[in-house]
């Protein structure tokens, strides 16, 4: 949903819980295979390149036990608050 909305001219912020961290390490995206889906760090460098911003929420850094030196490049490190303040006008969301 997201690659569309972008490609067709809307602004798209991803935002990954700390349950949702891990697979932003470096190397991660390249593991997650679906059948019938399409390769998910495809995915996520197309929207970036697009200028979708990827945000990892803080705290996944203690509840994951991760540090900022295993991000993937391009990853922007937010609280919720800031998080919210971000999307605050938005007109449409999904939450997953």
Known sequence: MGSS????????ILF???????????GELEKIKGKGMPDMADLVEGVE?????ILLC??????KD?????????VEV???????????????TFSF
């Open 49 to 53: 390149a697009l200028g979708a911003r």
């Open 58 to 63: 803080e705290l996944a850094f203690d509840a």
């Open 16 to 26: 990954f819980t700390p349950g949702g961290g891990p697979a932003l390490k470096k």
């Open 66 to 74: 991760m540090k900022k030196d295993e991000l993937r490049d391009g």
């Open 5 to 12: 909305a972008i490609a067709s001219g809307d602004d798209l």
């Open 78 to 92: 937010v609280g919720a608050t800031s998080f919210m303040a971000e999307i605050s006008d938005a007109q449409i």
